[in-house]
């Protein structure tokens, strides 16, 4: 199993950025996907989820500004970023979670990719 993100990199406060996560060597259709992120000296946190049957979770720092979607023909994750500010600054992280798992329990996870957002 492979989980390749990509899309990151530097932009201004208020700036957009689209990750991708591209998921190989399992049925994507049939995981729930999240993003992760972890700042410098921070926690890891979950920053948004998808079901499989397409519901969606945000953390409350990202509501109304990220949407988290997936294509799941192409077994890839979406992570649209808006309205970035300083503090969304991280390495992002996607990950893949089998049905009924607790919700803490992620199976799969990819190499992060750095998002740097300068003010």
């Known amino acids: 199993v492979q989980l390749q993100a990509s899309g990151g990199g530097l932009v201004q406060a208020g700036g957009s950025l689209r990750l991708s996560c591209t998921a190989s060597g399992l049925a994507f259709s049939s995981y729930d996907m999240g993003w992760f992120r972890q700042a410098p000296g921070k926690e890891r946190e979950r920053v948004a989820k998808?079901?499989?049957?397409?519901?969606?979770s945000y953390a409350d720092s990202v509501k109304g500004r990220f949407t988290i979607s997936r294509d799941n023909a192409k077994s890839t994750l979406y992570l649209q970023m808006r309205s970035l500010k300083s503090e969304d600054t991280a390495v992002y992280y996607c990950?893949?979670?089998?049905?009924?798992?607790?919700?803490?329990?992620?199976?799969?996870w990819g190499a992060g990719t750095q998002v740097t957002v300068s003010s």
């Open positions: 990950a893949s979670q089998r049905p009924f798992r607790p919700t803490s329990q992620w199976d799969y």
């Open positions: 998808i079901w499989r049957n397409g519901g969606t």
